[in-house]
């Protein structure tokens, strides 16, 4: 066998494969002698059809096959001959295998990996966000917690807003029913949002057993489109008017919280500790996505076509999961390559440049990071041990926090070299909730 590789570009590369025929005919004989034994053509017995009608029959398909995996075997001790690392799957080019004589020969076209290349690192400027859980923010949390308890009783007076109201409602378009309540009633909550202003405002001032008609137009951007720049009329019939009721921060709501006795200040102390852990769980994440940001903007190399093609495919994949979870009928969906270009070409971009640090600085998580991990998922369980010992059940499981606890040593090694600057930051803007 002998293979000559060819540059076509940076990346691509086109390789010349040949084959001697004889080991592969020898092949093709070894298939036809295994197919004899067992070849059923009618008018003979199992294993006792003559060769010539074997051949007949069978004699392209053991061709094919031998010749496929000749062209597998030779492709993969040429690629390794020449040092050669392929990105992706290699264009193969070949004359009718029929027409091989003394010699196959094949023409193979691929890109290969880049030689990664990262730019200065001193001078990237990662922002570490600082923060220390205070009293308002343990405080700010229990309103929270508080109003995911409430309850609603029943009142007689007119709505406001905060109100919990119970109604029957009819929807129409020039005179059109587009929705409907029928004998159902469904519970509102004045000004909760997730509608349009002017719908809760119609609601403020009614009592139970009134009704209600008006009128809403809604913007021409209004989402679900159906109803842009549409003009709705509404029929509504109040059933009843509750207010909210806030449970008390008392022993009985820490016991709702899993404080067995009651403890209102161990409360306290749970839910504070419980926000460090989600502080240091944010800080972690805002510094990592800065660093991957800082790895991806000075990488320096071309990335292989091949590479950005299967990350646009995977993320196309994984849109048409997400979407068919939510319900949506892929038929009246488009999804375009160029929709996740830029994603797919951060991304794929990203793995290399992981790949070559970790390889370049032996950056591998060990057992005891991994472990490390590990913990950290089972921490916010109720049974820690149960969570840990159903990882290690499954070596396979143990990759997710295998990978992850290798993303940690990339990014302390970045950190290692990068201007780290402290930033103090608001709770809210941590959490999100600005």
Known sequence: ??????????LERRMTVTVPMKPIEDEINQRIGQLMRTAKLPGFRPGKVPAKFVHQQYGAQARDEALTNAVERSFSEGVETNKLRVAGYPNIEHKPFAEADKEFEYVATFEVFPEVEIGDLSKVKIERPVLDVAAADVNRTLDVLVKQRATYEPVKRAAKKGDKVKLGLSASIDGNEVESTGGQTID??????????????????????????????????????????????YKVNFVEVAEVKLPEIDAAFAKTLGVDDGDVEKMKAEIKESLSQEVTKRVRQNVKEQVFDALV????????????????????????????????????VTLEPSMFEDQAKRGATLRLVLM???????????????????????????????????????????????????????????????????????????????
């Open 188 to 233: 509102l909550v004045i000004g909760e949002g997730g509608r349009v202003p002017q719908f809760d405002e119609h609601l403020l001032g009614a009592k139970a057993g009134a009704e209600a008609t008006f009128e809403i137009v809604y913007p021409a951007d209004h989402q679900p489109e159906q109803l842009a720049g549409k003009t709705v009329s």
């Open 1 to 10: 066998m002998s293979a000559t590789v060819e540059i076509i570009s940076k």
């Open 297 to 332: 903007a000075n990488a320096k190399f071309d990335l292989p076509n091949a590479l950005l093609g299967m990350e646009i495919d995977r993320l196309m994949q994984m849109s048409r999961h997400n979407l068919q979870q939510r319900g949506v009928d892929l038929a009246n």
């Open 356 to 434: 070559h640090l970790v390889n370049e600085h032996a950056l591998q998580a060990d057992a005891d990071q991994v472990r490390a991990m590990v913990d950290q998922f089972s921490v916010s369980f109720e049974r820690p041990e149960d969570v840990v010992r159903w990882y290690y059940d499954d070596v396979k499981r143990l990759d997710e926090p295998a990978a992850l606890a290798t993303e940690e040593n990339v990014v302390n090694w970045v950190l290692s070299a990068a201007k780290v600057t402290d930033k103090k930051v608001k709770f809210d803007d941590l959490m999100g909730n600005a």
